[in-house]
């Protein structure tokens, strides 16, 4: 489909991490390399069709939050430089998903600015 355009977005060490609690479907294990992060995160079309994805403030950098039929499924950060994409990190876990939202730390998203994302999962 289209794993192409988001390769030349990461960099060559990329790694996907996940936290489905054991969902089907969700990696257990950490995906590596560009090839194989790209086309995880593309493999199913499905999963982008109909999203309606959301910029969020997590920890002070900026998420997103997709949402399917008004709910939230995914919570999603990157960690970037200026040589690409180094990881994704998704979290499928609805409680982890519904804790985030419900937090009293979060506050509108700005893009302005630096920011040094760790892993939430």
């Known amino acids: 489909m289209w794993p192409h355009l988001l390769e030349a977005l990461l960099t060559p060490d990329?790694?996907?991490?996940?936290?489905?609690?054991?969902?089907?479907?969700?990696?257990?294990?950490?995906?590596?390399?560009?090839?194989?992060?790209?086309?995880?995160?593309?493999?199913?079309?499905?999963?982008?069709?109909?999203?309606?994805?959301?910029?969020?403030?997590?920890?002070?950098?900026?998420?997103?939050?997709?949402y399917r039929d008004s709910e939230p499924t995914t919570f999603m950060t990157i960690a970037a430089s200026k040589e690409g994409i180094h990881q994704l990190m998704w979290v499928f876990?609805?409680?982890?998903?519904?804790?985030?939202?419900?937090?009293?730390s979060r506050f509108p998203v700005t893009l302005s600015g630096r920011c040094s994302v760790t892993a939430v999962v």
Do not use: E, H, Q, Y
Request: proline share 5%; hydrophobic share 50%.
């Open 14 to 66: 990329a790694v996907s991490l996940s936290d489905g609690n054991g969902i089907r479907g969700v990696a257990r294990i950490p995906v590596l390399g560009r090839a194989r992060v790209a086309n995880l995160a593309t493999a199913t079309p499905g999963f982008w069709w109909g999203a309606d994805a959301r910029l969020v403030d997590a920890n002070g950098c900026t998420g997103m939050v997709i």
């Open 93 to 104: 876990n609805p409680s982890k998903i519904a804790a985030f939202l419900d937090s009293r």
